[in-house]
């Protein structure tokens, strides 16, 4: 569901996009399979900043959350993921400082697949 819903995103189909949230977070709850959570989390604080460009806190409590279900269930590669992407939210921010450790500490763990997008976004915002 969260691939569909990132591929709504990226095609400018906010509406679809929660429809395909919801419709995760429904199954996750419904079978008690929560691995994808933290992925929908972080999808859901992209879908915020899509629709609604200014509600800053919503989508930061979001990304937050990513990381917090990321972290209890030890997906390291979704906590970067969704660690980079409460850094790059805060940038220009006096918490930028403070995002950037903790992803500092998230990009620590990998040691192969650096040339993947993800850990290439983390290595930019950790030069920024």
């Known amino acids: 569901m969260g691939g569909a819903a990132e591929f709504c995103l990226q095609c400018d189909r906010p509406e679809m996009a929660l429809n395909y949230l919801n419709a995760g977070f429904a199954l996750s709850v419904g079978t008690g399979q929560p691995h994808w959570d933290a ?11 899509v629709q609604q460009p200014e509600a800053f806190e919503e989508a930061e409590a979001a990304f937050g959350q990513a990381v917090v279900v990321a972290r209890e269930q030890g997906a390291r590669s979704l906590e970067l993921r969704a660690t980079a992407r409460l850094a790059e939210l805060l940038r220009g921010t006096e918490r930028f400082a403070a995002a950037q450790a903790d ?16 850990l290439q976004a983390a290595a930019a915002l950790l030069e920024a």
Do not use: K, Q, S
């Open 103 to 118: 992803l500092a500490l998230v990009h620590t763990w990998f040691t192969e697949g650096l040339d993947t997008p993800d």
């Open 39 to 49: 992925e929908l989390h972080r999808l859901r604080g992209e879908l915020v900043l």
